[in-house]
């Protein structure tokens, strides 16, 4: 017997939520609660999380996949762009993954984790996450590259999320999975 899962959906944008929530295949999601959010905003991103947590009494997964590129080439991207980047890809995966952690360590469960897709789980040293974060700007760019020559698509994440999600992939935690199409790093 499958077990369907209860989700939070999160983006910034109210019309993206609700077109991402009608696509989900009927039948496979227990309940759907969608948050408007900006990810760069700590306030906002507490009151999600809180919020998710009144809804579903705790939260098992985490999977961080908001994430802006810019059209710009890294040598002249202007600073007000790459500091909107940042602070998307970088330190929103870092303020929902130190909310969601303390709500874990709180309820003390082993079989408990955090998956972040693409992003990683704090404490991890500034310098590998901003690193993860050009590994994924390069791979926009070059997306041509790639054997399957796209962008990965909702689905594409899902299934991944899925397979995380399974009890024999426990041990598969605090890493970064990238669903990428084959493309070259």
């Not at 991402?20 to 227990?30: D, H, M, Y």
């Not at 905003?41 to 994430?67: E, K, M, P, W």
């Not at 974060?133 to 999320?161: C, H, N, S, W």
């Amino acid at each position: 017997m499958k077990r369907k899962a209860s989700v939070a959906m999160v983006d910034v944008c109210a019309i993206d939520l609700a077109r991402f929530k009608e696509k989900l295949p009927a039948g496979t999601v227990a309940v759907v609660r969608t948050y408007q959010v900006d990810v760069r905003d700590s306030r906002q991103v507490v009151d999600c999380v809180r919020s998710a947590l009144d809804a579903f009494n705790g939260i098992d997964y985490l999977v961080n996949c908001a994430g802006i590129s810019s059209s710009h080439l890294i040598v002249d991207i202007p600073e007000d762009e790459r500091d909107k980047v940042f602070a998307i890809n970088i330190e929103g995966v870092f303020l929902f993954s130190r909310e969601v952690a303390k709500e874990m360590i709180q309820r003390k469960t082993e079989k408990k984790r955090q998956r972040s897709l693409p992003g990683l789980p704090s404490p991890w040293p500034a310098a590998q996450i901003a690193t993860v974060t050009f590994e994924e700007y390069r791979q926009k760019i070059f997306i041509g590259l790639t054997p399957l020559g796209r962008m990965a698509k909702p689905e594409d994440v899902a299934r991944a999320v899925a397979f995380l999600a399974l009890d024999g992939a426990e041990f598969i935690t605090g890493t970064t999975l990238n669903v990428s199409g084959g493309g070259m790093h």
